[in-house]
């Protein structure tokens, strides 16, 4: 049986690996696939994000790495896949990802939604959290396969540290900021 597990894994954690590692045991094979999200602005492109997780998932058999840009269920059919997998970390994950997996049921009813809990010591971890982490300069080894690590101590080593590399909320025109300010 073929599961998808989408994402937009910018970049790819060490949690994201663990689901593809376990979700490797379950079934026959996992196409792991990138997705653009129109809602984030990405610190790697498609094509980057691609090969970070072709370089981090070489040492699994039955793993595929692609990208799309358009609804998951329409790339399952297309793929002949069965199954979506995704990675819980928090009950606040949970009512999102139910939220999709029921959207998702109502596109195509042939496909079901799979649940991995993550693993413990990721249960923490995002890549919203890496990218933070490593914009003010601390290091993100022990959190992302290590020729990600390099690839964003490369991307952030381009600007002082401290800095985003993409341009952060002005907190002077910014009202919510304001509000939160005064």
């Known amino acids: 049986?073929?599961?998808?597990?989408?994402?937009?894994?910018?970049?790819?954690?060490?949690?994201?690996?663990?689901?593809?590692?376990?979700?490797?045991?379950?079934?026959?094979?996992?196409?792991?696939?990138?997705?653009?999200?129109?809602?984030?602005?990405?610190?790697?492109?498609?094509q980057q994000r691609t090969e970070q997780i072709r370089r981090s998932t070489q040492h699994l058999t039955n793993v595929e790495v692609d990208c799309f840009d358009g609804l998951t269920v329409t790339y399952a059919r297309m793929r002949q896949a069965k199954v979506l997998l995704r990675g819980l970390r928090a009950v606040s994950?949970?009512?999102?990802?139910?939220q999709m997996?029921?959207?998702?049921?109502?596109?195509?009813?042939?496909?079901e939604t799979v649940f991995l809990a993550t693993s413990t010591e990721h249960s923490f971890l995002?890549?919203?959290?890496?990218?933070?982490?490593?914009?003010?300069?601390?290091?993100?080894?022990?959190?992302?396969?290590?020729?990600?690590?390099?690839?964003?101590?490369?991307?952030y080593a381009k600007t002082p540290v401290g800095e985003n590399p993409t341009p952060m909320v002005d907190l002077k025109t910014e009202p919510f900021m304001e509000r939160q300010i005064e």
């Not at 490593?134 to 964003?152: K, M, Y």
Request: charged share 20%.
């Open 101 to 111: 997996a029921h959207t998702n049921k109502t596109l195509s009813d042939d496909i």
């Open 1 to 46: 049986m073929i599961a998808i597990y989408p994402g937009s894994f910018d970049p790819i954690t060490l949690g994201h690996l663990d689901i593809i590692e376990r979700g490797c045991q379950l079934f026959d094979q996992v196409i792991v696939v990138v997705f653009r999200n129109p809602n984030k602005k990405p610190l790697f492109t498609l």
């Open 126 to 155: 995002s890549s919203s959290l890496v990218k933070e982490i490593a914009r003010f300069g601390g290091s993100v080894h022990h959190l992302v396969p290590q020729p990600v690590a390099l690839d964003i101590h490369k991307c």
């Open 93 to 98: 994950d949970f009512e999102m990802e139910l």
